[in-house]
């Protein structure tokens, strides 16, 4: 019974984890998004605190986790540049891994290029 019990928990882990989805597109400032609309004005800060992830003209948000990670990911991108101001914003690219519930991205990682 014990070792059917582990089995079940196994198979279930490994269930979720099959359950991820992944998405690359072009990262954005929610806030700016909300209020203007427009992909081309809304590029990510060093005051981002919320984003969403433009993915061929569709809009994903993050779970607040999610904005988190990617607060974290920004700032390590920019503590590996040499010069942190010197990589145009419109090169903020990510990709995302995570499961969507929605319009919302539940983000597991996410990777900024």
Not at 44 to 72: M, W
Request: with cysteine; aromatic share 4%; hydrophobic share 40%.
């Amino acid at each position: 019974m014990k070792k059917l019990l582990s089995l079940l928990a196994l198979g279930s882990a490994f269930t979720a984890l099959g359950l991820a989805e992944e998405w690359s597109g072009k990262l954005l400032d929610a806030t700016c998004h909300d209020q203007k609309n427009d992909a081309t004005v809304c590029e990510p800060t060093s005051n981002s605190a919320t984003f969403v992830l433009n993915v061929s003209g569709k809009v994903y948000r993050f779970n607040e986790a999610g904005n988190q990670k990617t607060i974290a990911a920004l700032k390590n991108r920019a503590d590996r540049a040499a010069d942190p101001k010197s990589i145009p914003p419109a090169a903020v690219q990510a990709k995302v891994t995570g499961t969507a519930e929605g319009q919302t991205i539940k983000v597991d990682d996410i990777e900024i290029k």
